[in-house]
């Protein structure tokens, strides 16, 4: 659904650039981006980027992010995980 803009309540046009942004915690540490990918094809076709953060020596956070190019995907996405 557009947001509204500030002109008098006309609906703002979503830009085809617009990307949505997902962090994730409790990745489990044998999960790499290609996997964290895959997951999340169950709710999102759209996946622009996956990334799983290691710290400074390569041990694996179990934080990672998604980036989807539909609003839509985003949310299910998220309620999902």
């Not at 509204?4 to 006309?10: D, F, I, S």
């Amino acid at each position: 659904m557009p947001s509204l803009g500030r002109n008098k309540g006309h609906p703002r046009s979503r830009k085809s650039d617009d990307e949505f942004v997902i962090f994730l915690q409790g990745i489990p540490p044998h999960c790499r981006w290609q996997e964290l990918k895959d997951l999340v094809r169950q709710t999102a076709l759209h996946i622009r980027q996956a990334v799983v953060y290691d710290d400074n020596h390569g041990t694996p956070t179990g934080i990672g992010q998604i980036i989807v190019k539909n609003e839509d995907e985003a949310w299910r996405t998220y309620r999902m995980y």
